[in-house]
């Protein structure tokens, strides 16, 4: 029987879902566990695998395309099985639930508009002055808040701008201050308390108002200051369509006074913040939140009114005396940002970089390195014709030299084993434009420094021009990131699974060193080696570095 496969909701904030790739297509089989798709949510792309096993019949969502949680993803059942009855019951379902919102909707504005009509007696039961206040929605996905702490008690006096308690939202602990003054009547959610968006948080009002006829009022649809406050702007607006230049000038001073109480500025922290910040008087700004509260975009979107200058006060002024004028600063750029659609490459190395990350657990040692004999070495290699060596090829040689020494770390965790490679194959980290491609260095013990340094740069070119082979990039025992031609002193890497161990390379610095007991100017390198402490100790990832460490120091070592 044909199974119908819906968009998976794979985070607690996706809405809806981009199919990145198809992994199995119609025809294929499938088994129950199988990947069948990369799905793309609002956190990261995840792989959806099947609960089902049989023949994929139909794609409902095609690579790249975006759509809703539970939209038709896919069906799977017998092959050969119609499932043309499937799909278009499916889309009708879908259109019934548009239908249903609509309908919902309107319903929802129906009945609104009865309970003005009907519960103009219920709403006259609220006693004048009380305000009731609600679980604010402090983030863009805010559902519901917890109350960290309360600042002010039942019976305190509460001014317009005074912080009534924190808030912890989804994504930060904020303070929420109160846009009304009064008395504090009632607490609705307590400390450490959970409520929804918009359930009542406390009500403020003249002392000795009767909170129970506040609450009552509440929950029978609305406050009358609400319906008085909606009839306002109601006016208002009336009045804006009609009014002339020199009515607006009397109305953005109205909005200004509207911003302060008892000469006390309205305006959120936020807000005070960026306006001292930027130098501006509060005084002078519109303030487009509740009651005239200023809020973050007034203070942003502020343009200070040109003054003009008092001729009589510079005429009488000592000329000894002239103040110099400070004009606050304003920034006259603009917001922007661009989105840019991830490549394939770069969600692979995020995966498998997040997966190695957040499952092995990572320690580090770092070393360094006297770099004196390299050098010298290095040039003496060179100086023969058609011959080049850089300091890299060394660390590679040395590394695949010292595994062979210590076997433990050229392994893989598995869970229930650990997988001992006899072979050595070193991967060597290149940076493309997209990302990071690892080209392998097959049985690199088993290479002279020539050849490993003719190998990489082989490699490194076929990977920069995009023409590496898959075969090339696998296989990797142990891998090596060398950032010292960007000058980076050190730097630690994540391991490239499912190898136990990465090392870093940094760049050579000059710099006073103690040798047989004297100051002088020596070169040296720090190497950062990163283990699996799952498959490699502390004293094992030490012994090998003290390895690596002979190897460099001394090249003509490496060359016997």
């Not at 297509?25 to 798709?37: P, T």
């Not at 799909?87 to 239908?99: L, P």
């Not at 604010?136 to 002010?152: C, F, I, N, Q, Y």
């Not at 989105?339 to 360094?368: C, D, W």
Request: with cysteine; charged share 30%; hydrophobic share 35%.
């Amino acid at each position: 029987m044909a199974e119908i496969i819906n968009m998976p909701r794979l985070s607690d904030t996706m809405e809806e879902g981009v199919v990145a790739s198809w992994l199995k297509q119609v025809g294929d089989k499938v088994e129950e566990g199988d990947i069948l798709a990369e799905i793309e949510t609002d956190k990261a792309t995840m792989e959806f695998e099947s609960f089902y096993e049989g023949t994929l019949l139909y794609i409902g969502v095609q690579e790249g395309e975006t759509a809703p949680v539970d939209t038709l993803l896919a069906i799977i059942g017998d092959e050969g099985e119609d499932v043309d009855a499937l799909v278009k019951e499916a889309g009708s379902s879908e259109a019934k639930e548009d239908k249903k919102e609509e309908t919902n909707e309107t319903k929802a504005e129906e009945t609104s508009k009865e309970t003005k009509e009907d519960s103009s007696e219920e709403t006259a039961e609220m006693p004048a002055g009380a305000e009731v206040v609600t679980m604010p929605r402090l983030s863009d996905t805010m559902e519901e808040g917890t109350v960290a702490s309360w600042l002010k008690q039942v019976g305190d006096k509460v001014e317009e701008g005074d912080i009534l308690a924190e808030i912890e939202t989804d994504k930060a602990t904020m303070e929420f201050e109160s846009f009304y003054e009064g008395t504090l009547l009632y607490i609705g959610i307590n400390e450490g308390e959970t409520a929804p968006v918009d359930s009542i948080l406390a009500i403020i009002g003249k002392e000795g108002t009767d909170v129970d006829a506040v609450l009552k009022a509440a929950k029978s649809g609305g406050s009358s200051s609400e319906s008085a406050s909606s009839e306002e702007k109601e006016t208002l607006n009336k009045s804006e369509s009609s009014s002339n230049t020199n009515e607006k000038k009397e109305e953005t001073s109205k909005a200004v006074s509207s911003s302060s109480s008892n000469g006390r500025i309205i305006a959120s922290p936020l807000a005070k913040k960026i306006a001292e910040d930027k130098g501006i008087d509060l005084t002078q700004v519109q303030g487009t939140g509740d009651n005239g509260r200023i809020i973050k975009r007034d203070v942003e979107n502020y343009k200070p009114a040109a003054k003009e200058a008092p001729a009589a006060k510079e005429t009488s002024a000592p000329a000894t005396e002239t103040a110099p004028v400070v004009t606050p600063f304003v920034p006259a750029g603009e917001e922007s940002s661009e989105e840019v659609k991830n490549s394939q490459m770069r969600k692979t190395i995020a995966r498998r970089l997040g997966e190695s990350k957040f499952s092995a657990p990572h320690y580090y040692l770092t070393v360094e390195l006297d770099m004196d004999n390299a050098i010298a070495s290095r040039k003496t290699i060179n100086d023969i014709p058609d011959i080049k060596v850089s300091f890299n090829d060394m660390i590679v040689k040395a590394c695949a030299m010292a595994l062979r020494k210590h076997p433990q770390v050229n392994t893989t965790w598995n869970d229930g084993t650990t997988t001992y490679h006899k072979h050595i194959h070193v991967g060597v980290a290149v940076a493309v434009d997209e990302g990071l491609l690892v080209p392998v260095l097959k049985f690199a013990d088993q290479m002279s420094l020539t050849t490993i340094g003719g190998k990489v740069r082989e490699l490194a070119g076929k990977a920069r021009n995009k023409k590496i082979a898959p075969a090339e990039m696998e296989g990797s025992t142990f891998t090596i990131s060398n950032l010292g031609m960007f000058g980076i002193l050190e730097f630690t890497s994540i391991i490239n699974q499912p190898n136990s161990a990465i090392l870093s390379v940094g760049t050579i610095v000059q710099k006073p060193v103690v040798k047989n007991g004297e100051i002088v100017v020596g070169n040296t390198m720090k190497v950062t080696l990163a283990c699996d402490h799952r498959t490699v100790d502390g004293a094992t990832g030490a012994q090998f570095l003290q390895t690596v460490k002979q190897y460099v120091e001394n090249p003509v070592t490496m060359l016997a």
